[in-house]
């Protein structure tokens, strides 16, 4: 006679046949407790012969599924989140930027020991930031957009911001066809006489574009510091000093950020030019990746906001 059992301390309207004298499962309809003798439907009594069930309730099994929902929530935020991600053109950029820099990474590390796999990942890394210099080529009109609608930077607080916010306009400006010139001529779409000369002048704007956005970061936290003294000596309520500190911290994050893509533009200028073409393939690859971690974390706590 065989025996199968599952304990449990709760009345059920479903459970299992055990103690028969064939193997087999029955499905029971009516609710049953603890140890009662079942009565099969007559499609069940070809292949079962019950003469005893012990009914315990399915604290395993239920346990089990409560597990399996817990997790399956658990994961479906962070699912959701990049799946938000990806619905962006600037989510996107971010997550390929992490792909491009972390392959970076990991294939200037190998570069001496696995130089096979890290040909792959350099190759990896290659083409994920060809895409995102192909999908740049449509920057030019959200661009003009965002300086139309800035103008003179007459929404700023104080005039320093405005000529900063200007000047970063017009430096974009320029960056964006140079950088378009580059990507046709290295895809030998048109014919530039020196191509090298391209490239350095590509690297300079991009220098000045996030040096420009370094200062007016800087500048705004100047300003918060300023504002949070003012409201200090006022006595002023805590819940707009701490408003101002949380806004510091997301500044300091964005100073750290563009530090990194700043230290990491300079580097593809000539050598001789500050610490241009110095840094080695896995520094770039994790000042890169750092940079990449960093945009993303602000991207989700920006979305969490609203």
């Known amino acids: 006679m065989s025996t199968f059992v599952i304990r449990s301390q709760h009345s059920l309207t479903c459970g299992w046949s055990v103690n028969c004298e064939q193997v087999g499962v029955s499905y029971v309809n009516s609710r ?20 005893e069930v012990e009914l315990v309730s399915f604290e395993i099994i239920s346990d089990l599924v409560q597990y399996s929902v817990l997790i399956s929530a658990k994961m479906s935020k962070p699912l959701n ?3 938000d991600m990806l619905e962006t053109y600037g989510g996107r950029d971010k997550v390929m930027k992490a792909l491009c820099y972390s392959a970076k990474l990991v294939a200037g590390l190998q570069a001496k020991k696995n130089p096979e796999l890290a040909k792959k990942f350099g190759t990896f890394s290659s083409k994920i930031s060809g895409a995102r210099a192909t999908l740049r080529l449509v920057d030019d009109f959200p661009m003009l957009q965002y300086s139309l609608e800035y103008g003179l930077g007459k929404s700023e607080p104080d005039r320093t911001m405005s000529i900063l916010g200007v000047l970063a306009n017009i430096v974009d400006h320029i960056y964006y066809p140079v ?6 001529a290295e895809h030998n779409l048109i014919n530039v006489q020196d191509p090298d000369k391209w490239d ?15 200062m007016r970061t800087l500048r705004n936290f100047a300003m918060m510091q300023e504002h949070k003294t003012c409201l200090n000596s006022a006595s002023n309520s805590k819940e707009n000093i701490e408003k101002i500190l949380a806004r510091q911290r ?3 994050i964005t100073i750290v950020r563009l530090t990194l893509d700043f230290t990491h533009a ?18 770039v690859g994790l000042i890169g990746t750092t940079s990449a971690a960093i945009g993303i974390y602000q991207f989700i706590k920006k979305r969490s906001k609203h």
């Open 32 to 51: 049953v407790n603890n140890t009662q003798n079942i009565q099969l439907p007559p499609q069940f009594t070809n292949y079962i012969r019950v003469s």
């Open 81 to 83: 989140t990049l799946c």
């Open 179 to 184: 950088e378009k010139i580059c990507w046709l």
């Open 200 to 214: 350095v002048i590509n690297s300079v704007f991009w220098v000045m574009s996030i040096y420009l956005n370094l």
């Open 250 to 252: 997301m500044e300091i």
């Open 266 to 283: 300079v580097s593809t200028l000539p050598k001789g030019w500050l610490w241009g073409g110095r840094l080695e393939t896995w520094h």
